[in-house]
């Protein structure tokens, strides 16, 4: 292994971005603890890749499994180089058809599980003065629809601790990439896509018309995988890469018309929520 040789450690392997991650590392060159709850999916990357791939059982709502899966990243490695945060679910419903329960679970694996994967890897990234991380967003985080409150409020919730993150390990060498992709051809709208329990009649308009869309793209996404794998790639060799890397044309154009209908609203309302600290004393 070489001294330019990266060591990835990617949750959320089994399919999709994280499978199609793993796959371009090694074929970079680089090694990688690619990780799922079966990691038997895995064993024909192991088989390919032995020098290279190692794969591990990966919960990542269970700290012994977070802390093995480290452990076990360094002890076949000796480092840890980028953290991808793939791991993550979505559940679909309006706000008052999801149970608390669905609600702690979503957070649970997108927002809390990755939180504990990311202070699982930063002793070993700060004492090495470098190390990158890697957080998978989603376009909910640009701007929300009906019936992903849940999902797109975890997403929302990472990219806040992410932008705080970026800002607390700069100085130690680290850096730190939210990625937004749009719709992608992966598992999201397949075994990652849950549906809230209860459902409501009056929501059948605005979160049930939302869930319908979405169950109709199923196997239609634009988006190509192994693309945002490449990209994502770039983006860690970038001498100075992005806080915010925009996956696809949907997500390139969500944002433009966020930013925009933004700078309106603020505009618009400027004379009435500007002018609210106190009056300067008077001479």
Known sequence: MSNS?????????????????????????????????????????AGQFPDRCRTAAL?????????????????????????????????????????????????????FGALA????????MRAQQSGHVVNISAAAAIANYPGFGAYGASKWALEG??????????????????????PFRTEFLGKSFRRAGKVLEPYE?????????????????TGDPAKAAQAILAAVAAPQPPLRLVLGR?????WRKKLAATEAEIAAWQSVGQPTEFDPPKA
Not at 7 to 35: K, P
Not at 83 to 90: H, K
Not at 117 to 124: C, E, K, Q, S
């Open 5 to 45: 040789t990266r060591t990835w450690l990617v949750t959320g392997c089994s399919s999709g971005f994280g499978r199609a991650l793993a796959e371009a590392i090694l074929n970079a060159g680089d090694c990688v603890m690619a990780t799922a709850r079966t990691p038997a999916v895995l064993a024909d990357l």
């Open 59 to 111: 919960d990542v709502t269970d700290p012994a499994q977070v802390r093995a899966a480290v452990q076990g990243a360094m002890d076949a490695f000796g480092r840890i180089d980028v953290l991808v945060n793939n791991a993550g679910y979505a559940v679909a419903g309006a706000l008052e058809e999801l149970s608390e329960e669905e609600v702690a679970a979503n957070f649970q694996t997108n927002f």
């Open 161 to 182: 601790a992410s932008e705080a993150l970026a800002a607390e390990v700069a100085p130690l060498g680290i850096r730190v990439t939210l990625v937004e992709p749009g």
């Open 205 to 221: 308009r605005t979160s049930g018309k939302f869930v319908r869309l979405l169950e109709g793209m199923r196997g239609r996404q």
């Open 250 to 254: 949907y997500a390139h154009d969500k």
């Open 117 to 124: 994967m990311i202070r699982a890897v930063l002793p070993g």
